[in-house]
Nanobody, 125 residues
Framework: QVLLVESGGGLVQAGGSLRLSCAASGRPISSYTMGWFRQAPGKGREFVAAIRWSGGTTYYADSVKGRFTISRDNDKNTVYLQMNSLKPEDTAVYYC??????????????????WGQGTQVTVSS
């Protein structure tokens, strides 16, 4: 069992930055591919970024490529999402998720085993 807790969300103006954190407990995240997803009001859950369980390979949605960076600190058992040049359309609840030792369909939320409770990000225009 892995417990994931997101933090770092908030209200920011367009063009600003936020860094989200996802702290894990229960098992070391070094054995998990970690992903970030988001869900805006009235919309389905959308893939944002993922980082492979070994080697650090990353993958991003086109909508955030060049603006967002996913990283992990296995010693702290934490994954981060640095979000720069934020836009109003980035407004959503952001969730982190964990996938056991796979790098398969990382943009598919059904492939993840554990989820956090989410953190709200609101970008004002």
């Amino acid at each position: 069992q892995v417990l994931l807790v997101e933090s770092g969300g908030g209200l920011v103006q367009a063009g600003g930055s936020l860094r989200l954190s996802c702290a894990a407990s229960g098992r070391p995240i070094s054995s998990y591919t970690m992903g970030w997803f988001r869900q805006a009001p009235g919309k389905g859950r959308e893939f944002v970024a993922a980082i492979r369980w070994s080697g650090g390979t990353t993958y991003y949605a086109d909508s955030v490529k060049g603006r967002f960076t996913i990283s992990r600190d296995n010693d702290k058992n934490t994954v981060y999402l640095q979000m720069n040049s934020l836009k109003p359309e980035d407004t959503a609840v952001y969730y982190c998720a964990a996938q056991w030792r796979l790098w398969i369909a990382v943009n598919n939320d059904a492939k993840y085993d554990y989820w956090g409770q989410g953190t709200q990000v609101t970008v004002s225009s």
